[in-house]
């Protein structure tokens, strides 16, 4: 026995060393384990970058020892994307110098196929800074506004999605939905809203569809960083209160809406609801990586994209007072709001069930163009 032990001691040597990175490994894990968990996030990340970063999976091996990388859309929600919009917002107002405009907004066009022609002021060294130009005018003709339809599309864009809204459910893109209730957010009052509270699915669908006969529509545009960025109403309604969401600025682009579950209701939105002739109307700015300004023209007290927000809260503002019963009127066509950059619209609505879109997944419209008619 003293013999085999003997010739078994240098194997034994041989695997304690080969064992030692994984023993070592497995105490700095828990190590890990031990920590605060921001400071877990913090310790883990370089590991997780190098591991979605290096070909050939060079660090699974450390999943034997008991590490597993942080899934791409943690590690993506993790990055601070409204202190970079923040920043954009900050470089976009800087003057730029004279010579330098027409170099700097002439790659911009190249590069996101912009139309110049189309705008009002084609001269770009009319535009001081990069704001300026995303937020350019277009000439009256470019866009001709379709009043033969009842509802245009209220920008340029590219459509996503569209058809009527089923089981409470919309979807982003074909195949990934999110919760109507928690993009609109819950009912709270019935003085400031033109629909009552409710909660369960059914009823929430039908204090929305106030006649009888009518459905739910939804229509989705995103609009790229080329196109126009300014937003317009899609139809004559009477816009009665505005609900605010704060929340995150992910990009919208349609990959990363495949990617994300309930992404539009994650990122902050404003979201516009009031009435047209067919009953409940809603329209929704939905912010995105470097969007963190929305801009409503008549609502002064909107403030997007501040430095601190509570996680899930919402603010609400009635357009409807004791001077102004009615709310604000709004003619189809007319300037509504605008993005500093590509971002999404989102249409709710009520309409007779006789309503058809004129639309194809996945094409682009221009703002004034039909959406869809009865």
Known sequence: MCQSEARRGPELRAAKWLHFPQLALRRRLGQLSCMSRPALKLRS????????????????????VGWRPVSRVALYKSVPTRLLSRAWGRLNQVELPHWLRRPVYSLYIWTFGVNMKEAAVEDLHHYRNLSEFFRRKLKPQARPVCGL??????????????????????????GVTYSLESFLGPRISTEDLPFPPATPCGSFRNQLVTREGNELYHCVIYLAPGDYHCF???????ISHRRHFPGSLMSVNPGMARWIKELFCHNERVVLTGDWKHGFFSLTAVGATNVGSIRIYFDRDLHTNSPRYSKGSYNDFSFVTHANKEGIPMRKGEHLGEFNLGSTIVLIFEAPKDFNFKLKAGQKIRFGEALGSL
Request: glycine letters at 6%.
């Open 149 to 174: 339809h009842s509802v245009i599309s209220p920008s340029d864009g590219k459509i996503l999605n569209f058809g009527q809204v089923k089981n409470c459910e919309v979807e982003q893109v074909k």
């Open 232 to 238: 317009h109403s899609p139809t004559d309604w009477t």
């Open 45 to 64: 990340w370089p590991l997780t970058v190098l591991y979605y970063l290096l070909p050939f999976g060079a660090l699974r091996p450390l999943s034997r």
